[in-house]
């Protein structure tokens, strides 16, 4: 009986949490998230928090403690959306302290009620045009081993618009032919989505041309190129992609270029193209068709409406 009572008793949810409890929750965030972008995100998001709450002793775990948090990321003048990824942390690391019976039910629902910073104006995104894009790809130098690597790379991210981590894991047998066109055939996406997408020809050429000259036989295409242009290793990280896209943006005097602004181009280009909004989705494998509108950087035209001309007007 008194076993019993002392197992209930180190049971008892807590409101003040150590560092073993929310390491151990961090875990549990960390497995429950299919992504690895996500997990990636989400861990540097968690130990943010963990070396902030850690920082002050015995701090309660609640809803109080959160919105300092918040305040405190405000005051370093993070934007709005970084905010917001890392609330979205702290809410999650709370359920799963909850959902384990290390913090009490009724502190991670408080937790859970934080709002998060509020977006001032609507986020400009960065697109290139067409110029920039062949700019781009063809600042890198063609005769060299890394160059021929780091264009074949830039080639799926506009011409294919994936994301660095579904990049890093391609193997040959990926690439296959369907209604005789070349694609990235059954893409394991964000969330587990599967998705088969298109390969232009001129960025197949860019892929056969690097895949040739590394000799890559089997396992993932993109590997490592060292100063003497000897390929090594089993592949490459997301990572290493940032630096590949930051250093020919340098070279074709581009700022502020990211990776996934290659995506954003990817899906505007197709847009200007002719491309149909359907298709683009299926391109780039959005759940929702608001959030491929959001990545070409359109709103709906009330002035011009599309429906105004559509040929029935003399009815």
């Known amino acids: 009986m008194a076993h019993r009572q002392k197992s209930a008793k180190r049971a008892r949810p807590k409101s003040v949490l150590r560092l073993p409890d929310l390491e151990q929750s961090k875990s549990a965030v960390l497995n429950s998230l299919p992504a690895a972008s996500s997990q990636e995100s989400y861990g540097h998001a968690i130990d ?3 070396g902030w709450y850690c920082s002050e002793p015995r701090l309660a775990f609640n809803r109080t403690v959160v919105l300092r948090y918040r305040f405190f990321l405000e005051q370093n003048n993070l934007a709005a959306a970084t905010i917001n990824v890392r609330l979205a942390a702290v809410r ?15 502190l991670a629902a408080g937790i859970r009620r934080v709002k998060g910073a509020k977006r001032l104006g609507v986020r400009i995104g960065n697109w290139l045009t067409v110029e920039q894009s062949r700019k781009l790809l063809q600042g890198l130098p063609a005769a060299t081993v890394r160059g021929k690597r780091d264009r074949a790379i830039l080639a799926l991210l506009i011409g294919c618009g994936l994301r660095r981590a579904e990049l ?19 893409l394991i996406g964000k969330g587990k989505h599967i998705r088969t997408v298109p390969v232009p020809a001129w960025a197949k050429l860019a892929v056969d041309d690097w895949i040739n000259v590394a000799g890559v036989a089997d396992g993932r295409i993109f590997r490592r190129v060292n100063r003497l242009e000897k390929v090594w290793g089993d592949g490459i990280t997301p990572k290493a992609i940032w630096h590949i896209v930051k250093a020919a943006a340098v070279k074709a005097e581009i700022e502020n270029l990211a990776p996934h602004d290659l995506r954003r181009t990817c899906a505007r280009l197709c847009h200007l193209a002719g491309g149909e909004l ?4 299926f391109l780039l494998g959005h759940a929702s068709v608001q959030t491929t509108e959001r990545y070409l950087g359109c709103k709906q035209k009330l002035r011009h409406a599309v429906n105004d001309a559509i040929g029935l007007e003399d009815a």
Request: hydrophobic content about 40%.
């Open 48 to 50: 943010e928090f963990i």
């Open 92 to 106: 999650r690391l709370a359920y799963e302290a909850a959902d384990t019976g290390l913090l009490s039910p009724d």
């Open 168 to 186: 890093v894991e391609l193997r040959k047998h990926d690439f296959q032919i369907r209604e005789e066109h070349w694609v990235v055939a059954d």
């Open 278 to 281: 359907e298709q683009i989705q």
